[in-house]
């Protein structure tokens, strides 16, 4: 996906993906992964999502990629935070205590450079991106992170039925992108009332997924 559709998205803030008070589903199953106090979580592609200000009240560690440096801006004045800034190579760095955000590509992201992972916290990555760039993607993500456990939401509908993002990503694909590396836990499908985009589905579902060694 052209990096500047997401950019311009965030730049005439038609951002309807936004879940300001954070993900419902995070909230119910918060204990699915069962990390300690203190653990540090990575959410990829997080934009400003409310979950980072839910997993910081919970005492928890929270790093993040994305690529649009308009989001993060928003995240910190959100937080009430003023954060420390610094380059690392191409990505940009904000910090405050517990809280890391890097800008830039998430495929350059190493690593080295991300730090300890404890658990990853998928709510609108591996949806927000096409076919093709999905198996790239979970191989990266696997490897930066060295096979953390993964908490994982996916939509489940008929992609000729509706233009994403967020793109259909079924049980079968996340098998498919996973299996070899995980076990993979299907914790909860649950049907959305109204649909996406204005559009209804009765057959639309998101998935939580619990994924681990």
């Not at 419902?24 to 199953?29: E, M, T, V």
């Not at 990555?125 to 696997?142: F, T």
């Not at 909860?188 to 681990?212: F, M, N």
Request: glycine share 6%; charged share 25%.
């Amino acid at each position: 996906m052209d990096p500047d559709f997401w950019q311009n998205r965030w730049a005439i803030n038609k951002i309807v993906f936004h879940e300001k008070d954070g993900n419902k589903l995070l909230a119910r199953h918060f204990d699915v992964i069962e990390m300690p106090e203190g653990a540090r979580y990575f959410v990829p592609l997080c934009g400003k999502t409310g979950d980072i200000a839910h997993l910081l009240s919970k005492g928890y560690q929270v790093v993040g990629i994305e690529l649009a440096e308009t989001a993060i801006l928003q995240l910190f004045q959100e937080l009430g935070i003023v954060p420390a800034y610094c380059e690392v190579g191409s990505l940009k760095h904000y910090s405050a205590e517990s809280l890391d955000i890097y800008v830039g590509d998430f495929f350059d992201l190493t690593a080295d450079v991300l730090g300890t992972v404890d658990a990853v916290y998928d709510r609108a990555a591996l949806v927000a991106l096409p076919v093709d760039m999905r198996p790239r993607y979970g191989a990266h993500l696997a490897a930066i992170t060295q096979y953390a456990k993964q908490m994982l939401i996916t939509f489940e509908y008929v992609q000729d039925d509706m233009d994403g993002p967020p793109f259909n990503v079924d049980e079968n694909e996340v098998r498919a992108h996973y299996a070899d590396t995980y076990e993979i836990e299907l914790v909860r499908r649950i049907d959305i009332p109204g649909g996406l985009k204005a559009v209804s589905y009765t057959h639309l579902r998101a998935h939580e997924t619990s994924l681990h060694l």
